[in-house]
């Protein structure tokens, strides 16, 4: 007795397989997922950049901080006072014959300064070569393989300093019974009654530090952080 042959219908039901359909929904699923973990991806590596870069910044601000914490205010030898017969602030800012970081002795030398490779160096428009560290020298461009690609002799830097970054300076006289409140560099307070006055050099000092980043596609340096302190 020989065996009955399947029809062709039941032929095809066997062979199975995927439907167009099917088949379609399946990249559409896989499509969404990979979608998701580029994303992701992206977000990480964003996120972990700027991490990096405030990490940066603040050893930057801080750099800053740490130079100038045993300076006085103002000049240890002609202090900050106001010449009487030109009624000029004399003593603010850089003093003649200033004009690297390891000549300025005060804090107030340092204001308006910017610390950067990028610009035209020099104090005729506050940009002086940097970023700097601790000692006041500039910080080189090192690779990842941990080659410096720069050095500093003689106090003259030459190479490549620490690419993209500035670090910018400002010094305000503030009001001593409200640091929130700036006062002009030459502002002092005549003696009233039993008020015996207040000098112009007799009034605490704050000190802001912005640290800011230019990558090769931005057209302006961005702030990356801020580190504000007071000098009584």
């Known amino acids: 007795m020989h065996a009955k042959k399947p029809t062709s219908r039941k032929l095809r039901k066997a062979e199975g397989g995927f439907t ?10 896989i499509g969404i997922g990979v979608l998701a973990m580029v994303d992701a991806q ?7 950049l700027w ?17 100038t914490r045993n300076l006085p205010k103002h000049d240890p030898v002609n202090g900050l006072y ?35 490779d990028i610009g035209t ?14 000692f006041g020298e500039v910080i080189p461009e090192i690779m990842v393989d941990g080659t410096e690609l720069g ?14 970054w500035t670090q ?4 305000e006289k503030i009001n001593p019974f409200n640091t929130g ?23 605490p000092l704050r000190v802001t530090v912005q640290v800011l980043y230019q990558g090769a596609n931005d057209l302006n340096p961005n702030l990356v952080t801020e580190v504000v302190w007071v000098i009584p």
């Open 168 to 171: 910018r300076i400002f010094v």
């Open 82 to 116: 106001i010449d009487e017969d030109t009624d000029t602030l004399i003593g603010w800012g850089p003093d003649t014959g200033e004009t690297t970081v390891s000549d300025f002795d005060d804090i107030d030398d340092f204001d308006g300064l910017e610390f950067s």
């Open 151 to 164: 050095s500093t002799v003689d106090e003259a830097f030459t190479g490549q300093a620490m690419s993209g």
């Open 20 to 29: 167009l359909i099917e088949a379609s929904m399946a990249t559409v699923i």
């Open 42 to 48: 992206s977000s990480f590596i964003t996120s972990n």
């Open 51 to 67: 991490s990096n870069h405030a990490a940066s910044a603040t050893f930057l601000a801080n750099e800053v901080r740490e130079l």
């Open 181 to 203: 409140s700036a006062v002009s560099d030459r502002y002092f307070e005549a003696p009233n009654g039993s008020f015996p006055g207040r000098e112009v050099d007799e009034y």
């Open 121 to 134: 160096a020099g104090l005729d428009d506050g940009d002086l070569p940097g970023p700097i560290n601790a």
